[in-house]
């Protein structure tokens, strides 16, 4: 056996073991709150959802949290209406952060609750620098945070000898894949990812309606959002970064949301030649949203690291304190940066 495969087992088993303490943890109790990121994706959201229907299952008592709450775009979810955007508990005897990168990306308002359990499971393909929790089940060669879950419900349904993989778990996690490979156009893709999407179909978890939901499915106003980021297009001399904005004044205009630029970066993105696409978003009384995209061959995780946020190599975000201009320039001139330090 070569070092390469010694080491792949090696990282096979030492994740084994924390899906076993995953399971020990989650057997043992009762109270469990579950928490995704701030400006949550299908990721975050199916995985939470996910394992609250799991959980439920095994007869936990179940807090679901998003800072952000839901988009209008994943509302359908099944068990959406569950997930809430605070809890004055602290009596949990669990808690599990799904796809964060790391636990300031919870939220100002849910960490600490999440730190208040006195077990924390981190479940996550972002593998970075804010590494927490006293049980880790982390792979970044997942292609989205959903292949973890799937196992460790799979793990759980064997220890419990109920049937965990519902419907409606399938239809959450195939949601995590469709958002987080781009409907499986994205160079995360895998085998491993096909054969998962294979078994949640099975499951009655049908790819088609999903991808119309989420990308097919935008109001009047979201669509002239898309325009008025398409109309602000810039892009740097080599052509080698873009990037677009949309203003407060932008929102405002068109009658639309923050959660209605879902998206809007994949088009800055899909300019020919282009290897990183940056979206600017401009929230009302908050940080500048960033989302960058990159094409194979740049890290834009890299890049949000330095703004404090995280993803990882294909697709990142950050937040940053306004004004936009400010942002714009900034995050531009590190992107453009690393991409010559690359080269």
Not at 24 to 53: E, F, S, Y
Not at 179 to 186: L, W
Request: proline letters at 3%.
């Amino acid at each position: 056996m070569n070092s390469r495969h010694a080491n792949q087992n090696k990282t096979e088993k030492g994740r084994a073991k924390q899906v076993d303490a995953a399971v020990q943890a989650i057997m043992a109790a009762r109270r469990i709150v579950l928490a995704g990121h701030v400006n949550p994706d299908g990721d975050t959201l199916g995985c939470i959802l996910a394992l609250a229907h799991a959980l439920t299952g095994m007869g936990k008592e179940v807090t679901v949290l998003s800072s952000d709450g839901v988009p209008d775009i994943y509302d359908w979810l099944p068990g959406a209406g569950l997930i809430r955007n605070g809890s004055p508990r602290r009596d949990f005897d669990l808690a599990v952060v799904c796809d964060a990168g790391n636990l300031d990306r919870v939220g100002a308002s849910i960490r600490p609750i999440m730190e208040s359990a006195p077990c924390l499971i981190d479940i996550d393909h972002h593998v970075a620098d804010g590494v927490f929790g006293s049980i880790r089940i982390l792979d970044s060669s997942a292609a989205a945070t959903a292949e973890i879950v799937w196992k460790l419900i799979l793990a759980l349904q064997k220890a419990t000898g109920s049937v965990l993989a519902t419907r409606d778990v399938a239809e959450c996690l195939m949601t995590g894949l469709i958002t987080d490979t781009g409907s499986f156009r994205f160079l995360n893709v895998t085998p491993r990812t096909f054969a998962l999407a294979a078994r949640l179909e099975r499951l009655g978890a049908v790819p088609a309606p999903i991808v119309d939901l989420v990308f097919e499915n935008r109001t009047y106003g979201g669509v002239k959002l898309l325009g008025r980021a398409l109309d602000s297009l810039q892009m740097t001399a080599d052509g080698k970064v873009a990037w677009a904005h949309v203003t407060v004044q932008d929102f405002t205009d068109v009658s639309a949301v923050d959660a209605e630029t879902e998206g809007i970066v994949n088009h800055v993105r899909a300019i020919k030649g282009v290897q990183v696409g940056i979206l600017f978003r401009e929230v009302p009384d908050k940080q500048v949203r960033v989302s960058l995209r990159a094409r194979n061959g740049a890290d834009v995780n890299r890049i949000a690291n330095v703004f404090g946020g995280g993803g990882h190599v294909l697709a990142a975000g950050c937040s940053v304190e306004p004004p936009l201009k400010d942002v714009e320039r900034a995050v531009v001139a590190e992107t453009v940066r690393q991409l010559n330090e690359s080269r």
